[in-house]
């Protein structure tokens, strides 16, 4: 059997892996943590860089993942076949270029410490354009020194432009508008910076509450950018299905309620406020491979008054689910709220807290869930996510589309659920 044939076992069951992988919306690392697996060695595993020796962890992935059972025999199926294909003797060329992948495959090995910036390994049939790359680029620069000097003794105009290439663009970056809102503090703390979804003219209004807010990317050549990004859906419900919303309309003048993925809108065109509780979904991910530290998640309140008059209108009818998803539980009515990390369940299995400090990347993301509860104030308030990686430290602000979050009490207004079958709202019973 030849080489490729081999790569293609090795890839068909990585493949299916990756796959299985799609289907939850769980990170490498939080997989890895339930598989009690280094992080790295699920990524390699995924990637095709590395083969499992014992079908184990493999049958236990697809079960976390919901596998069925004919996807289970798939599954061992494609195993075999890439155990045998990494096994399989090759070439004397073949070998030497997969010496590195061999001792990943075929002999046990523990999963190696977590390193602060691990590198991430080249699969055996990558070497060989490496060389080829490294060799093209020491031609490169070989030549590039041959043309360092002119007979005359004049410097050549590339080697001019190239010397004056970092203070041109610095002018450049200097005069240019922020296109990100904001520009950088000189502690290198972004803690200025206001994200929006999307760059917007002046004239637009300002976005509804019910919009998802996410980082704008990183101006290019500034050091200064904040090494990871985040967005935040503020328009999330307990569980999928369980939410309120203060609205200062009667039952008649309010529409049926949306599907959460419209939420966003429906909230918007009501003049909805959250209420007893905002949900806020924290995505966030390193720009890069390189590990960035989530040091703290702290809450700061910017506005109380009196709780929102109107009607409370409930989403659901009662619901419920065998996954009670970790997060971080806020009582605004606190005068110093705190985040304070929750665990979680599922099926009767505990899903451990989030602890900070925690590392986050390109490859290993995290989604943060927050709730914030109040009864007796309408409260406005924002998160701030502390961060260091590589000798610099910064803090970001969570918000609503540039505004802060609001959440209002509900106790003593009237509530109300929607009658499916008589198509009209009545009293929450």
């Not at 041109?168 to 520009?183: L, N």
């Not at 991910?285 to 008059?309: E, K």
């Amino acid at each position: 059997m030849s080489a490729q044939e081999d790569l293609d076992d090795v890839g068909e069951f990585a493949a299916l892996l990756r796959a299985l992988k799609e289907r939850t919306d769980r990170s490498y690392g939080s997989l890895a943590r339930r598989l009690a697996m280094n992080t790295s060695t699920l990524h390699r595993y995924c990637a095709g860089d590395a083969v499992p020796l014992d079908f184990a962890p493999v049958e236990r992935f697809a079960a976390l993942c919901g596998a069925t059972a004919e996807e289970r025999l798939e599954l061992h199926r494609r195993w075999l076949l890439a155990v045998a294909a990494r096994k399989r003797p090759r070439t004397a060329t073949a070998v030497e270029e997969a010496a590195p992948a061999e001792e990943e495959a075929g002999a046990p090995a523990p999963d190696p410490a977590p390193d602060p910036d691990p590198l991430p390994r080249r699969p055996w049939y990558r070497h060989r354009r490496v060389a080829v790359g490294l060799a093209a680029a020491c031609a490169l620069l070989a030549t590039l020194g041959s043309l360092s000097a002119l007979p005359d003794g004049r410097r050549p105009a590339a080697d001019g432009a190239r010397t004056a290439g970092p203070a041109t663009s610095g002018t450049t970056e200097a005069k240019a508008p922020d296109r990100s809102g904001t520009s950088p503090t000189p502690s290198d703390s972004p803690t200025t910076k206001r994200p929006s979804a999307t760059p917007k003219s002046k004239k637009e209004p300002s976005p509804a509450p019910s919009a998802r807010t996410t980082t704008p990317a990183p101006p290019s050549g500034k050091n200064s950018a904040v090494p990871l990004t985040w967005s935040a859906d503020s328009q999330a419900w307990n569980l999928g299905c369980g939410h309120d919303y203060v609205i200062a309309k009667p039952p008649q003048q309010v529409p049926p309620p949306p599907a959460p993925q419209d939420a966003g809108t429906w909230a918007a065109t009501q003049g909805a406020v959250h209420g007893g509780e905002t949900i806020v979904e924290l995505s966030v991910q390193g720009r890069t491979d390189t590990a960035v530290v989530l040091n703290a998640l702290r809450v700061r309140v910017v506005g109380r008054t009196a709780p929102a008059p109107g009607n409370a209108y409930a989403m659901d009818q009662g619901c419920g689910g065998a996954v009670t998803p970790r997060s971080f539980d806020v009582n605004l009515d606190k005068d110093r709220p705190i985040a304070r990390a929750v665990a979680g369940n599922d099926t009767g299995v505990p899903i451990p807290a989030v602890r900070m400090p925690y590392r986050v990347s390109a490859t290993d993301p995290e989604v943060l869930l927050v709730t914030a509860r109040t009864v007796t104030c309408d409260c406005r308030w924002y998160l701030e996510l502390d961060w260091s990686s590589q000798g610099r430290a910064g803090t970001v602000r969570i918000d609503d589309a540039g505004r802060p979050f609001r959440t209002s009490g509900i106790k003593g207004l009237p509530r109300y659920m929607y009658d499916t079958t008589a198509r009209r709202w009545g009293p929450y019973s």
